[in-house]
Every structure is written in C-alpha cells, then in structure tokens.
C-alpha cells in the first residue's frame, strides 16, 4: 500500500530542502554582497538590495521545500500509536540514495533560474522522479528522514491478540529489536513504531 498522493509529494519535496539550498548558494549575487547586507532594520527599506540574483524563485523554494519538511516531521511525531504489536523479526533498510543524488546531480548541470526552460526541464524530470519513486513504493525511504533519527525496518510481527504472523515496513526512531512489543500506529499506509511507555 501507499501514501496518498498529496501526503507522499510533500514528503518528497520536504526531503529536498538541502537541494534548495544549493540553489539558493548557487543564486547568491556577489556584486551586490560587496556593498554589504543590509542590517535587519533595513531589510524592508527600498533602498536595500537582496544579495539574490532570482530572490522570488530561490527563497520560495526553500521555503516550500522547509515547510513540507516541517510538516512531514510533525505528521510523524504525532502519529497516534493506539496499538500494540510484538516484533518476531526486523531488519534495518538503507535508504535508496540513487534516486536522492539524480536531481543533486543535476542541479550542477547549468541549472539556471533566469532559464525559463531548464527549470520547466527540471520540473518535468523533478515530477518523473517522484512518480517513479511513488509507484515502486519506495517513497518512504527519504535519506532525509535519517538526519532527523527516523530508519525504516521490514518487520514480521503479530498483534497481542492474535498469533497471527504478518510482515510490513515501518518507520521508527528506535532500534527495533525482536521479541519485544512496541507501540504501533498508522499514518495512512505508513506503519509508525515506538516504545511503549512501560519500555517494554
């Protein structure tokens, strides 16, 4: 199963925003910074000049990549995990970084935000990307959720009440280790585990 389409795209693009800062590196004007910056007092002052050669496209797209980011890390922190499920087996999944570094790679490649056409070409292989990743089901593997403590595991496992045994993948910021119950929960299709408050 999967994240609906609109959840599984702001995950996507919040696992972006270390590229967007590249971008916006990239986008820096050094003319203008060898003047000085303005003080933040003069930050709404006509006069003073963002060091950006393109601020609108730079700016908004860290804050769009930050924001789906944020959402992201919030939308898991407070995953409600009603249930309790006993791990028969769990094995850690590193996440693909193959698909991570394609746009990174990309992005140094003339990538120019004066260049109409190279951002529409972007934005086309940006979506093909995604929709690849989203198919194949591996859209969870965000290399960018493990900055912040999140790993993703395949699990066997059983619920208290029945023996019987099923198998998933689930996101956690723990170590999951087998004959031990934990917490679980769901966030749409994405199974979310923690510890139980007893620590058992």
């Given at each position: 199963?999967?994240?609906?389409?609109?959840?599984?795209?702001?995950?996507y693009?919040?696992?972006?925003?270390?590229l967007?800062?590249v971008?916006?590196?990239?986008?820096?004007?050094?003319?203008v910074?060898?003047?000085?910056?303005?003080?933040?007092?003069e930050?709404?002052?006509?006069?003073c000049?963002?060091?950006l050669?393109?601020?609108?496209w730079?700016?908004?797209?860290?804050?769009?990549?930050?924001?789906?980011?944020l959402?992201?890390?919030?939308?898991?922190?407070?995953?409600?995990?009603?249930?309790?499920?006993?791990?028969?087996?769990?094995?850690?999944?590193?996440a693909?970084?193959?698909?991570?570094?394609?746009?990174y790679v990309?992005?140094?490649?003339?990538?120019?935000?004066?260049?109409?056409?190279?951002?529409?070409?972007?934005?086309v292989?940006?979506?093909?990307?995604?929709?690849?990743?989203?198919?194949?089901?591996?859209?969870?593997?965000?290399?960018?959720?493990a900055?912040?403590?999140?790993?993703?595991?395949?699990?066997?496992?059983?619920?208290?009440?029945?023996?019987?045994?099923?198998?998933?993948?689930?996101?956690?910021?723990?170590?999951?280790?087998?004959?031990?119950?934990?917490?679980?929960?769901?966030?749409?299709?994405?199974?979310?585990?923690?510890?139980?408050?007893s620590?058992?």
């Amino acid at each position: 199963m999967q994240l609906r389409r609109s959840s599984a795209f702001a995950l996507y693009i919040g696992s972006y925003f270390p590229l967007c800062l590249v971008l916006l590196a990239q986008d820096i004007d050094f003319e203008v910074t060898k003047s000085g910056l303005c003080s933040p007092s003069e930050w709404f002052d006509i006069a003073c000049q963002v060091p950006l050669l393109h601020p609108f496209w730079s700016i908004g797209a860290v804050f769009v990549s930050a924001t789906c980011l944020l959402i992201t890390l919030w939308t898991l922190g407070k995953a409600d995990v009603a249930h309790r499920i006993c791990i028969a087996e769990a094995k850690h999944i590193p996440a693909d970084l193959i698909n991570y570094i394609i746009p990174y790679v990309v992005s140094f490649m003339g990538l120019d935000f004066a260049s109409p056409s190279k951002i529409v070409g972007f934005a086309v292989f940006f979506v093909l990307i995604f929709w690849i990743t989203y198919r194949s089901g591996q859209i969870v593997m965000n290399p960018i959720l493990a900055v912040f403590g999140w790993k993703l595991f395949e699990i066997k496992y059983n619920f208290l009440q029945s023996r019987d045994q099923l198998s998933g993948r689930v996101l956690a910021r723990i170590e999951i280790e087998p004959n031990k119950t934990y917490a679980h929960g769901n966030i749409q299709d994405v199974m979310i585990v923690r510890e139980t408050q007893s620590g058992g």
